[in-house]
């Protein structure tokens, strides 16, 4: 079995007195564990949409018109909010394009952490602030960030810590929306 299998997706923007956009028109795919796949197109095409979609982050105006998202067995398309949010933790994750931007400016670094672990629960009190230090690590950066305010950071920093926020969740799924477009070539 497939770790994802999306089946005949289509997402669709509907916005209020306008002309609906088919953003994604019947996308099938399959994903197998420990398996990458890239996707490439034109500006527009639809490749975030997708992303959203299958993260289930996508919000109105946009809906799933049509169609399945298989993960790990289950079909996350209908799911609500509740089942969602544990699917969450050791299932998928997303890096949004500019997910720099998705900071929030007033909460330090390791604030962001905090919030990640208190909802998901899933690392113990006492471990949380050496497991942040873990996953910056992993994204090349400096315990001394825990510390710091996504304003104090540069574009690439605070995009890596949107990356090392993404892997706290320990998901089995990563979804990348263009996560090196802030990042040097060393760092990418
Ligand atoms: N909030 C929105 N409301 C209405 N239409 C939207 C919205 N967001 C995106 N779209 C439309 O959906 C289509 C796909 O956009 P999307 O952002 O998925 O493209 P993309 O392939 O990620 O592009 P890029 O490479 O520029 O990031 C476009 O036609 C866009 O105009
Ligand atoms: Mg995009």
């Known amino acids: 079995m497939s770790l994802l299998q999306i089946e005949d997706l289509t997402v669709v923007y509907e916005p209020r007195g306008a002309q609906p956009t088919t953003a994604v028109d019947r996308v099938s795919l399959s994903l197998e564990q420990g398996e990458?796949?890239?996707?490439?197109?034109?500006?527009?095409?639809?490749?975030?949409?997708?992303?959203?979609?299958?993260?289930?982050l996508a919000k109105a105006p946009a809906r799933i018109a049509s169609g399945r998202i298989v993960?790990?067995?289950?079909?996350?398309?209908?799911?609500?909010?509740?089942?969602?949010?544990?699917?969450?933790?050791g299932g998928f994750a997303m890096v949004l394009q500019s997910g720099?931007?998705?900071?929030?400016?007033?909460?330090?670094?390791?604030?962001?952490?905090?919030?990640?672990?208190?909802?998901?629960?899933?690392?113990?009190?006492?471990?949380?602030?050496?497991?942040?230090?873990?996953l910056l690590d992993k994204v090349q950066l400096p315990a001394t960030v825990?510390?710091?305010?996504?304003?104090?950071?540069?574009?690439?920093?605070?995009?890596?810590?949107?990356?090392?926020l993404a892997l706290s969740l320990e998901p089995r799924l990563m979804v990348f929306d263009e996560p090196t477009t802030a990042l040097d070539v060393l760092v990418q």
């Open 146 to 164: 825990l510390d710091r305010y996504p304003g104090e950071l540069s574009g690439g920093m605070r995009q890596r810590v949107s990356i090392a």
């Open 71 to 89: 993960f790990d067995g289950t079909d996350i398309a209908g799911m609500g909010a509740e089942e969602l949010r544990a699917q969450r933790r």
């Open 100 to 134: 720099m931007n998705a900071l929030n400016p007033v909460r330090s670094v390791g604030h962001h952490f905090a919030d990640v672990f208190a909802a998901h629960g899933h690392v113990p009190a006492p471990r949380r602030r050496a497991r942040a230090v873990e």
């Open 36 to 56: 990458f796949v890239g996707l490439v197109g034109e500006s527009g095409s639809g490749k975030s949409t997708l992303g959203f979609a299958i993260t289930r």
